[in-house]
């Protein structure tokens, strides 16, 4: 990213800890600035914080099993800490946008900056009920400062020539990548290689991906559980 | 081929780059991501090769009836695989020696390993432990997967560990599976189950926690099903 202005604000100072299996942020927002941050993921905060709960992403966001609030803290009087904890154990990532998009998986989002606009949007049907996932994702776009995270660990990958990544593994991606939902293999692999549905993504930008998923977690819990009795 | 084991040891994922003609062999839904031009061949066994029972046998030992071959493209590529449960990854390196490995904790391996299945005996059945072992053989590298972090033991002599704990251990191993207690009634009870009993020289890799008995844990305190 060139860095052309001076004006251009960098975001605020962060750190992460925990990571990659327990990660959670500290934020450091400037005296009367102002972080989104995805409902219940407050951890820890000073007491000049002031929270105002938002309506965020409109109708759309009920479908997506998330909670529909971002709630907004803003440092009063002075500078103030934010402790962030995301809902699963996992890791959290951060991207600077710069006038940019980026691509979430519907419960990635995290915490962003006033300036980073965060909207559902439609995968189209296709897409939506193959990719495993919902059928929504989230669109951020503006600039400064995005927060993200996911079960299990997160790997950032350079697309120049197209990639491959398993359907529920996607955590984030940029707007200039372009995918499609396809099979790998041949027809003998889409059946039996267990790996089914694929994202095959094209062009150049990033992808971030995931290196568990809960759903595999839950079905391995599953054979546990007591039987009931049946009379 | 070059391994690289990233984010241990709970969330680990293996990128594996592979050249141009080289093959890797992995086990069915492991694959996270890869490159764009590798390509997918699944069959029964090894490609080339039909092996309808190798494939049968090793669907009893938990793993999966089909084996998934990734082949990079003209200028090679990478693959990244990872595991369902938390846990850890290691490389064994073969040549020519023999490593017995949990039935569940293949995760992939070169081309020129050959992977058998080996049973255990019907005791193992019993113990619910699902004893089922692979023997891999051959020259190249093998990855496996853990339940919780992996640490090896130097056996010299007699050692005893936990069936539900092992994750592989060389082939010149002597072992012989039996019960923790004085008798099959306070094993059970202790909640030991079964033990292996190892002796000779070589090198158990063993994981910290036991999956069956998280999943005790965990499995009760849902709702029942149905």
């Known amino acids: 990213m060139e860095s052309q202005a001076t004006e251009i604000k960098k975001g605020f100072d962060f750190k992460f800890e925990g990571k990659p299996d327990y990660g959670y942020i500290t ?40 909670s529909l609030f971002i709630n907004e803290f803003t ?31 519907s419960s990635a989002f995290v915490a962003s900056g006033m300036d980073v606009k965060a909207e559902t949007k439609f995968q189209g049907l296709v897409k939506g009920f193959f990719s495993g996932e919902n059928l929504f994702l989230i669109k951020c776009s503006g600039q400064g400062d995005l927060w993200f995270n996911s079960y299990g ?22 707007e200039t990548l372009e995918y499609k939902i396809s099979k790998v293999g041949g027809y003998k692999s889409l059946f039996f290689s267990g790996e089914g549905l694929v994202c095959r993504f094209s062009g150049e930008g990033k992808v971030w991906i995931q290196t568990r998923k809960v759903n595999p977690l839950a079905w391995w819990v599953h054979p546990f559980r007591r039987s009931r009795k049946n009379n | 081929m070059e391994i690289d084991i990233q984010l241990r040891p709970g969330s680990s994922a293996a990128k594996i780059s592979l050249a141009t003609g080289e093959t890797l062999t ?83 391996s070169s081309h020129d390993i050959e992977i058998d299945f080996s049973w255990q005996g019907l005791k193992s059945v019993f113990s619910g432990e699902g004893l089922f072992w692979l023997n891999i053989n051959g020259t190249g590298k093998v990855i496996v997967n853990s339940f919780g972090a992996i640490y090896p033991v130097e056996v010299d002599g007699d050692y005893i560990v936990d069936t539900g704990h092992i994750v592989a251990f060389d082939e010149t191993l002597d072992f012989k599976i039996t019960k923790a207690g004085r008798s099959w009634i306070s094993s059970m009870l202790g909640g030991e189950g079964l033990v292996c009993k190892f002796n000779g020289k070589g090198t158990v890799w063993c994981q910290s926690h036991n999956e069956s008995s998280f999943g005790k844990i965990v499995g009760p305190k849902l709702r029942a099903r149905k």
């Open chain 1, 75 to 105: 440092a009063q009087n002075a500078p103030a800490e934010i402790g962030i904890a995301p809902a699963a154990p996992g890791d959290v990532e951060h991207v600077y946008l710069d006038n940019e998009a980026i691509f979430l998986q």
């Open chain 1, 153 to 174: 660990g997160v790997i950032e990958i350079d697309v120049n020539d197209g990639y491959v990544v398993d359907t529920g593994h996607i955590v984030a991606f940029t």
């Open chain 2, 26 to 108: 992995a086990e069915g839904g492991s694959m996270i991501a890869m490159s764009n031009d590798m390509s997918l061949t699944t069959t029964t066994y090894k490609k080339n090769k039909g092996g309808v029972l190798k494939a049968l046998k090793r669907m009893v030992s938990g793993e999966s009836f089909f084996m998934n071959h990734y082949e990079p493209g003209p200028n090679g590529g990478a693959i990244y695989l990872a595991t369902a449960l938390p846990g850890d990854m290691m490389t064994m390196e073969l040549n020519g020696q023999g490593l017995v490995v949990q039935g569940g904790s293949y995760v992939a």
């Open chain 1, 27 to 66: 934020v450091k927002i400037p005296a009367s600035e102002t972080l989104k941050v995805e409902a219940s993921a407050m951890a820890t905060m000073d007491t000049n914080l002031k929270m105002k709960t938002k309506f965020k992403g409109g109708f759309s966001r009920l479908f997506q099993g998330e």
